[in-house]
């Protein structure tokens, strides 16, 4: 009798070393991925768009689509803090309030694709650009509809607040120049600043920091 019970003690003791290995594994791969928290924060704006879809389709009246706050974040996975989309009669206005990025000039763009990978942000695509122009306001043959007027100026506390109006684009998923349909787009912040009118993206260099614009379901 002793025997048995030893052996079946032994036995759960085994079965717990491997759910042990297996959760390490999981573990494991969960962090090598680096991607999940960004699928978990993408899936929990989806959910708030479409809550304010459903709000709108009770109402009388039909307001503009809700303001949508994106989370911008670094290379490194950190938060660099948020921006916030307010729709408005000819586009969409961009309010930044930024943290945790280098001082400097910085460039800042709609990227075409709602995906943010770090560390590159390559994932994101070119900028949005759904009217065929070049890139830059100073660009006879410009601009993007993704362009921003002017660069972010970081400060040596690393922060940043700072608003910009895109005109030509919207949030409604239905609307032309969307930037939440087909899966939604990205800002996308850059290593240097952007000169304005080099095609294809004002030799800004390197993606530092990127955030979802959430596509609607
Ligand atoms: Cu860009
Ligand atoms: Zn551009």
């Known amino acids: 009798m002793r025997g048995a019970g030893e052996s079946m003690l032994r036995h759960e003791v085994e079965d717990g070393e491997l759910k042990d290995e297996e959760a390490k594994a999981m573990l494991k791969s969960a962090s090598s991925a680096g991607v999940s928290t960004w699928v978990v924060a993408g899936a929990g704006c989806i959910g708030v768009v479409a809550l304010g879809l459903a709000t709108q389709a009770w109402g009388a ?16 996975g950190a938060d660099a803090g948020m921006a916030t989309l307010t729709q408005k009669k000819n586009g ?21 694709k709602g995906v943010c990978t770090a560390p590159d942000f390559k994932s994101a695509g070119p900028h949005f650009n759904p009217t065929d122009k070049k890139h830059g306001w100073e660009n006879p043959e410009g601009h993007h509809l993704g362009d921003f007027q002017h660069n972010l100026s970081i400060d040596m506390s690393h922060q940043v607040s700072d608003e910009y109006m895109l005109k030509g684009v919207s949030l409604d998923p239905a609307a032309p120049n969307s930037l939440t349909a087909n899966g939604g787009t990205a800002i996308v912040i850059h290593e240097g600043p952007d000169d304005m009118k080099t095609d294809p993206s004002g030799n800004s260099g390197n993606r530092i920091a990127c955030g979802v614009i959430a596509g609607a379901q």
């Open 61 to 76: 009246k039909k307001p503009g689509p809700p303001p949508l706050h994106v989370e911008i974040k670094t290379s490194a």
């Open 92 to 112: 969409v206005e961009v309010k930044l309030s930024l943290k945790d990025l280098p001082p400097g000039l910085h460039g800042i763009h709609i990227h075409q």
